[in-house]
């Protein structure tokens, strides 16, 4: 699979990605926070790859998803918060920030039967590959 992220206009397969973004990656940074997108994992089955991404303490209703062009884009829009007047903040750390990251697809997936959901702060997809597509081990006998 090639999924990479769109990275300024460019495109970098996604171990070469992986390997340079953490290349010079000043420590004590916290990615979220000076990205402003969360992390995520992708992992490969024989069926499909699995992604999955780290947005603890949002609401399902809040992501969008979107495959479009081969393009798939994950999004999260930060809701305005309504104030009230019953109590006064003395100190606010939580924060939720808006983000989008897109990653595009090859035509190894079926974006017709991509499936998400949303548990224990974790974003999960499932990307299934075609039928056509999966890898299928062959035993060549020794004669």
Known sequence: ????????????????????????????????????????NIHETADAYHVELSAPGRAKE???????????????????????????TIRKE????SFK????LDDKINTEAIQAKYENGVLKLLLPKKEQVKETVKQISVQ
């Not at 081969?70 to 809701?79: A, C, N, R, Y």
């Not at 939580?94 to 920030?97: A, C, L, Q």
């Open 62 to 88: 809040d992501f969008k998803l979107a495959v479009e062009n081969g393009q798939l884009t994950i999004s999260f829009e930060k809701k305005e918060e309504t104030k009230t007047e019953d109590y006064k």
């Open 101 to 104: 990251r897109s990653f595009n």
């Open 1 to 40: 699979m090639t999924l990479v992220k769109a990275y300024n206009n460019g495109h970098r397969n996604l171990g070469n990605f992986v390997d340079e973004f953490f290349q010079g990656f000043p420590a004590g940074l916290n990615r979220e926070d000076s990205y402003n997108f969360p992390p995520v």
């Open 94 to 97: 939580f924060s939720f920030k």
